[in-house]
Antibody, heavy 114, light 107 residues
């Protein structure tokens, strides 16, 4: 069955970096674009980024452009989100989702705090 | 970026009620809109895509309509499992944007 499993969340100080990962299984990962979506505690959903299936295109929310980088390794069926210059407002559960929005991970919590 | 204005932000209703949630886009987005249901501690679930197409496996009491800038999600007869938060998402252009959400609560 299709499965997406995020990992790498944790507590990080403001201004520091963190990379979260999303391991995919049960489908041909290299055939699908992938998204990151986040949700701050008690708040709504925010689309963060997308990467095309072949890595040729990336798109970002204005709130993370220039600080976050989405990437993937199709040989490892894994999606990444590198987050630099983290701010308190980046605190959220980060979900990965497959293009078409039918498959989502369970989310990984990133807390930015000193 | 396209702004999605969703209303109401919260709604109290009873089992069996008909409810409607609306999303308005700040510019025309054709029918490039989806509706999602989210329960506490869970990932969102796709209900409706392309504004009015029911995702396979989703009960027929859910329906969507609209095109351009104005969209609606209707639940024809609320069931206990429908009490959740609902979001619209435009995927017409980047950056994609969600509505603010509608929390549907039991009256």
């Amino acid at each position: 069955q299709v499965q997406l499993v995020e990992s790498g969340g944790g507590v990080v100080q403001p201004g520091r970096s963190l990379t979260v990962s999303c391991a995919a299984s049960g489908f041909t990962f290299s055939s699908y674009a992938m998204h990151w979506v986040r949700q701050a505690p008690g708040k709504g959903l925010e689309w963060v980024a997308l990467i095309s299936n072949d890595e040729s295109n990336q798109h970002y929310a204005d709130s993370v452009k220039g600080r976050f980088t989405i990437s993937r390794d199709n040989s490892k069926d894994t999606l990444y989100l590198q987050m630099n210059s983290l701010r308190a407002e980046d605190t959220a559960v980060y979900y990965c989702a497959r293009a078409g929005w039918l498959a989502w991970g369970q989310g990984t919590l990133v807390t930015v705090s000193s | 970026a396209i702004q999605m204005t969703q209303s109401p932000s919260a709604l109290s209703a009873s089992v069996g009620d008909r409810v409607t949630i609306t999303c308005r886009a700040s510019q025309a987005i054709r029918n490039d809109l989806g509706w999602y249901q989210q329960k506490p501690g869970k990932a969102p679930k796709l209900l409706i895509y392309a504004a009015s197409r029911l995702q396979s496996g989703v009960p027929s009491r859910f329906s969507g309509s609209g095109s351009g800038t104005d969209f609606t999600l209707t639940i024809s007869s609320l069931q206990p499992e429908d009490f959740a938060t609902y979001y619209c998402l435009q995927d017409y252009n980047y950056p994609y944007t969600f509505g603010q959400g509608t929390k549907l609560e039991i009256k």
